[in-house]
């Protein structure tokens, strides 16, 4: 997973966690068995359904949560806790389990994402971080199915890093790609996760030669008549003279940046078929959102380049996962569902299990999510929930790969009008089967 | 600077920068004498100002800006750049000079907020992970100033670590904190950056107790009286009467995170006072924002803890920087001014300088950038752009404390108006000087 392995993700945390750990070290409440969930109460910005990303950067968190020397200084240094709970720390190893939806899954409101179970003790320290990786990579996952869904079978290219912070970048390219997205420009995300990198030129390369003509030609010497020429930087209808004249007929694509692409496309597609390069693709790159992709539907466009709207996540650049404690053992240790009361944030207590309903066309119906239970289940029920960690072990193996094949098969489920870009109510209704 | 020293970035680079790279080695343009600078075309989102933040970030990244084998290996197993680059690359070092406002500074449209010279192939490499840290940093300083204007002489803390990214969390913790944040609930940020770190409980702390009453005895018990107390978890009015039973009249502070926060924080004052704790401060923390901070400014509230908005640049997630190459050497060995042409995105070239304008008040008129050379001066000219890297080395060594001095004192330094939250124009006007 590479050159990130092994720092640790200890101090990705709250401080109240600590405090509260300390707390229940003295009391002993510290050792209650606990179920923590991890959900969305809604579907922030009116999105018909959300994109769970994020699971597996999370298993790789929770590995490389440990205390070392250098973590527990700080926390003595700082006073941040007792001496009792830099003890409890340095031997912290998380012995539960934890369930999860597959990443690449669909998740709806209240749909139980990830479900954790253990002492309070390590259930609660990992709140921040579990949050931190799932309402990001999530965010930008279902921004990203957005797109994708826009652009139907022409690919889409993540290159929104430089708008976001360096390694959260680095995420939103896994996050894309695991939402049906073709490559991403972020050479980091290539080594750590394997993903395809692509990129060619910007306008600074035509800018540092003398001409766009000396420019094209230093390209297609250096990269080959397969590359990319961005053709925007000075007169677009030279731009694409010019390249053809480096490039020849064979060349594989211009890149369009700037001005009403819809109509800047459809008259750099006549210019190349008229030179007769009708096999040079056209990519377009300036400022696109899922809207925009979808209004170039129509537009002789081979592939859309996405930055900023991505990275943000359109609008939702969080998904509003809480991760809140549903059930603990009680004083007869047995365990007991919990809930707070508070006005305006009320959660559902107990355990939850979640299937997808599906119709006998596996069309997907509903989110049923059980209370304590299992929902009673029918054939076409597909359960949500997989053991992702037991007894803390990573059972979870699955692949960058095995979750973009998993996104396309779950939103393949969805009933029709799923995709509509608008806003509005979630597509699946979520109902709840308490016993 | 924490664990994360010695950690490359080399790879948080567009895949683009290196096949630039790799066709101007070609041609011999890589060692063209190049200037790019860091600017926003306009300030997103209606903002009046917006806040440098990242800079000392941004000289971190560029030490570890370092290809070393991992890196190497990648690229070439990927076959990223050819051989002669990958050699180029595993000496690179970058030799030239950088300058930059303050980290703190104010910038406006057009703004040089970096400016890199050096050849065009170390200049260009630098691309990606300058504008991440600029962009994400940045946009969250000007979110958190607009939240420390509303809030006056209340603090406000950071608790926004779980809905971003991971490290994220830790940048933002940072850049609020140059901006006048108080404190961070992030762990990560008090040990890298020292940044000072608080917090105390969550309701699943109350919940995982048998009663509320038990859960603040075990608290006060760990932490002392002077200890903040969740009170929401279901009856408040009770909350606060259990509060004041366990931690008595030195009861630190109460914490209300749900409900009409104006509402429910005038009868917990009043019931507070009945009790006799009337130094029991009142920490809020519901979903805030700038705007629900000024609504609160006649509430009876001691401080603001500030998580979703502020970490999402409350609206404006990115910054909007661009780099763009603006100068570089012409055949003829002197220095050329460059711009794209493209439409709805032109660029100023030439090599830029800048003074902050102020009246004999000490009041800032303009924003003054001279094109080419230095503006013309008089004396209540603040010089904007200082040395941060000279020859390959880091000269500037502000702290965050010296962030943070310099962010009270350029914002101290705006017209009356300029703090305003509704969306308009800039608070200065950007006068450009050429010669």
Redesign the interface.
């Known amino acids: 997973m590479g ?2 392995t092994g ?3 200890a ?10 750990l ?3 070290l ?2 002993g ?1 510290a050792q ?1 068995r ?1 179920v ?1 969930e991890l959900f969305a109460r809604r579907l922030s910005g009116g999105r018909r359904y959300g994109v769970v990303a994020g699971t597996g950067r999370f298993l790789d ?1 929770l590995e490389n949560f440990r205390f070392g020397d ?2 527990l200084r ?2 003595r240094d ?1 006073a ?1 806790v ?1 001496d009792a709970t830099l003890d409890w720390l340095a031997d912290f190893r998380f012995t539960g389990d934890v369930w999860g939806y597959p990443e690449g899954e669909l998740y709806f409101p209240g749909s139980p994402v990830l479900v954790v179970e253990g002492t ?1 003790a390590e259930c ?1 320290v990992l ?3 579990a ?3 799932l ?3 999530s965010a930008i996952a279902t921004a990203a199915a957005r797109m994708t869904a826009a652009a139907g079978d022409r690919p889409c290219i993540e ?1 929104g ?11 939103a390219a896994r996050a894309a790609y695991v939402a049906g997205f073709a490559a991403t ?4 995300a ?2 750590t996760y394997g993903i395809p ?14 001409s766009e003509k ?1 420019a094209f030609e ?2 297609v ?3 080959g008549s397969g ?1 990319t020429l961005l053709v ?4 677009i209808a030279e731009g694409v003279r010019n390249a053809i004249a480096a490039g020849g007929l064979d060349l594989g694509a211009v890149r369009l ?3 009403d692409l819809a109509q800047v496309a459809a008259s750099v597609r006549a210019q190349l078929d008229s030179l007769g390069a009708t096999t040079t693709r056209i990519t377009v790159t ?1 400022d696109l959102d899922e809207y925009a992709i979808a209004a170039l539907a129509v537009a002789p466009v081979d592939g859309y380049g996405v930055g ?1 709207s991505l ?3 359109s609008g939702v ?2 998904s ?1 996962f809480v ?3 549903v059930a ?1 053992e ?2 007869d240790g047995s365990l007991v569902s ?8 009320i959660s559902v207590g107990g355990r939850k299990f979640a299937v997808r309903r599906r119709d006998e066309r596996g069309i997907a119906t509903a989110e049923v999510i059980g209370v304590g239970e299992q929902p009673d289940s029918d054939h076409d029920d597909r359960t949500l929930l997989v053991p992702l960690v037991t007894k803390g072990e990573r059972v979870d193996r699955a692949s960058l790969e095995d979750a973009r094949r998993h996104f396309r098969s779950a939103i393949g489920e969805l009933p029709a009008g799923a995709l509509r870009l608008s806003k509005g109510d979630p597509a699946l209704p979520t109902v709840y089967e308490e016993h």
Chains 1, 2 share one sequence.
């Open positions: 050159t990130r720092l640790s993700t101090l990705l945390t709250d401080h109240y966690e600590l405090t509260m300390q707390a229940t003295c009391d409440t209650r606990s923590f968190a250098d973590e700080f926390l700082a941040v007792d309070f609660v709140e921040t971080v949050l931190s990786v309402n990001h990579d290159m890093s430089r708008r976001t912070q360096e390694w959260s970048a680095v995420a420009s972020n050479l980091e290539g080594r990198t692509t990129g060619t030129a910007a306008h600074s390369f035509t800018l540092v030669h003398d000396e230093a390209q010497a250096a990269l590359t925007d930087t000075y007169d940046d700037s001005g300036s900023t990275v943000t996540g650049p969080t509003g991760y809140k404690l603990r009680g004083a919990v809930a707070k009361k508070s006005k305006d944030k």
